[in-house]
């Protein structure tokens, strides 16, 4: 299986700053790595898919960036809106797995 | 726009069959391009693939390991649905269960997602 880390696993920022999120496959993936925003009881919601493709309505402060083992999701200009744990996904081979979040929270 | 609605109980002894339901709209379970998920959250394994149906001219699953020799999930063409069983569940099935679609043959990313069922294994 292949398997996925994120760093850092939390962070604080303001609104208005520029987060970015690690993520990191333990082999070669391409650009199958896709990016989850979940907020508390709610189903993870599809931000970017294929690495750096951006979901229909998501904002375009929202950006994504590969191929390869090293991903990253990087938020500009956070939004209070912004403020949830985010997951990436790698969608190469079976069994899908996700990586343990990094939940972003108001400095 | 695609929908999933789940359905089923939120309490399972221990030894018995979790069962849930995901109802479509605004797709088909027959479609032969895309692929029918469930995945399941808890704190301690966080969000965890279980597997998929799909059609491709027949039906087709995939099942991670670590349920395999426990895990059905199927579809449901009268109804446009497909459903999970989970057998001889422990404390650790407790977990969130989601459905979710993929929807293209190379697009394995997942969008809708249901609405989540928290599922408790308890006596």
């Known amino acids: 299986d292949i398997q996925m880390t994120q760093s850092p696993s939390s962070l604080s920022a303001s609104v208005g700053d520029t987060v970015t999120i690690t993520c990191r496959a333990s082999?070669?993936?391409?650009?199958?790595l896709n990016w989850y925003q979940q907020k508390p009881g709610k189903a993870p919601k599809l931000l970017i898919y294929a690495a750096s493709s951006l979901e229909r309505g998501v904002p375009s402060r929202f950006s994504g960036s590969g191929p390869g083992t090293d991903f990253t999701l990087t938020i500009s200009n956070l939004q209070p809106d912004d403020f949830a744990t985010y997951f990436c996904?790698?969608?190469?081979?079976?069994?899908?797995?996700f990586g343990p979040g990094t939940k972003v929270d108001i400095k | 726009q695609v929908q999933l609605q789940q359905s089923g109980p939120g309490l399972v002894k221990p030894s018995q069959t979790l069962s849930l339901t995901c109802a479509i709209s605004?797709?088909?379970?027959?479609?032969?391009?895309?692929?029918w998920n469930w995945i399941r959250q808890s704190p301690s394994r966080g969000l965890e693939w279980l597997g998929r149906t799909y059609y491709r001219s027949k039906w087709y699953n995939d099942y991670a390991s670590s349920v395999k020799s426990r895990i059905t999930i199927s579809p449901d063409t009268s109804k446009n649905q497909f459903s999970l069983q989970l057998n001889s569940v422990t404390p650790e099935d407790t977990a969130v269960y989601y459905c979710?679609?993929?929807?293209?043959?190379?697009?394995?990313?997942?969008?809708?997602w249901g609405q989540g069922t928290l599922v408790t294994v308890s006596a």
């Open positions: 082999q070669y993936i391409n650009d199958y």
């Open positions: 979710a679609r993929h929807s293209d043959f190379d697009e394995h990313w997942f969008d809708p």
């Open positions: 605004g797709d088909s379970v027959s479609n032969n391009r895309g692929g």
């Open positions: 996904q790698q969608s190469y081979s079976i069994p899908f797995t």
